[in-house]
């Protein structure tokens, strides 16, 4: 839900949200940065926490099968998280009718692509096609970049309305330079900074939805060797073209 429209919401109905279930959800977020699972005193450190606390809150997730633990007592996301992150993407129209395009993309510029929405403030991997070259940048589902230094991020912030502006910034978001800023506005693509993942370059454009709001970006990402602009920004811009024409009731790519 809009975070806007839910507060108005809880200003007319007079009813906020519970503040318990909050901090229990916050646990999902935690274990999810860890590639390899946490111990019970490295959650509540991470969220400075006292361990009965901690402990509770887990305890809970895992009664409700968000969590579990692994062979050597680590607390990890279990698989029941996989059909809702599966689900997120087909009722956004980011599954199974953008995998081809993604598909498609790769197949004729050889590197891997990615599709990121921005979640908590930083553009996070939904969706991605691999190369099949052996040097490769990799790009995980569920990878998150900078908004500053990143394609992706510079693209959702160029692209951005002024409601979503101020909410990263209030958040404390560090946005790339306005000059940058314009210059994607301007070109309708961005490159990444390159000082935040050294030897690998990607470039990014920005999908749109129905109501003509960027909500998305279609990315490349390759070793700096293998980049050349005019070999890559026309494919990545008519593929973005595409996943928008799906957002907004065309036909999907077969």
């Given at each position: 839900?809009d ?5 108005r919401i809880?200003e ?10 909050i ?5 999902l977020d935690?274990?999810?940065?860890s590639?390899?699972?946490?111990r ?6 991470a969220m400075?926490?006292?361990r ?8 809970t997730?895992?009664?409700?099968g968000?969590v ?8 990890r996301l ?8 599966a ?5 956004a129209?980011?599954?199974a009718?953008?995998?081809p ?11 891997t692509?990615?599709v990121a ?7 996070f991997?939904v969706?991605r096609?691999?190369?099949e070259?052996?040097l490769?940048?990799?790009?995980k ?7 500053e230094?990143?394609a992706?991020?510079?693209i ?5 309305d002024a409601?979503t ?6 958040n ?6 306005e000059?940058?800023?314009?210059e994607?506005?301007a070109?309708g693509?961005?490159?990444?900074s390159?000082y ?9 454009a920005?999908?749109?939805?129905i ?5 998305a ?5 390759m070793?700096?060797?293998?980049f ?6 026309q494919?990545l ?9 799906i957002q907004?009731g065309g036909?999907?790519?077969?």
């Open positions: 839900m975070t806007e429209y839910s507060n809880q007319q109905s007079g009813v906020r949200p519970l503040s318990t279930v901090k229990t959800l916050a646990v935690v274990l999810a940065s590639p390899r699972g946490m019970l005193q490295e959650v509540a450190a400075n926490l006292s009965p606390t901690a402990y509770q809150r887990l305890l997730l895992i009664e409700a968000w579990e633990q692994d062979e050597e007592m680590r607390y279990s698989m029941h998280s996989c059909r809702f992150a689900a997120a993407l087909e009722q129209d980011l599954g009718r953008v995998q395009v993604l598909e498609t993309l790769v197949a004729k510029v050889k590197e692509a990615s929405v921005l979640d908590k403030g930083l553009p991997v969706a096609v691999d190369s070259s052996l490769r940048a990799e790009q589902i569920g990878t998150t970049f900078e908004l230094g990143s992706s991020g510079r959702l912030t160029a692209f951005a409601n502006l101020a909410r990263l910034r209030q404390g978001g560090k946005l790339a330079a000059d940058i800023l314009a994607a506005r070109n693509y961005a490159i990444s390159g935040t993942h050294s030897g690998v370059i990607a470039i990014a920005p999908i749109f939805d109501r003509g709001k960027c909500f970006t279609l990315s490349l990402v070793p700096e060797t293998r050349e602009l005019e070999n890559f920004k494919p811009l008519d593929a973005a073209a595409a996943i928008t024409s907004q036909p999907s790519v077969r």
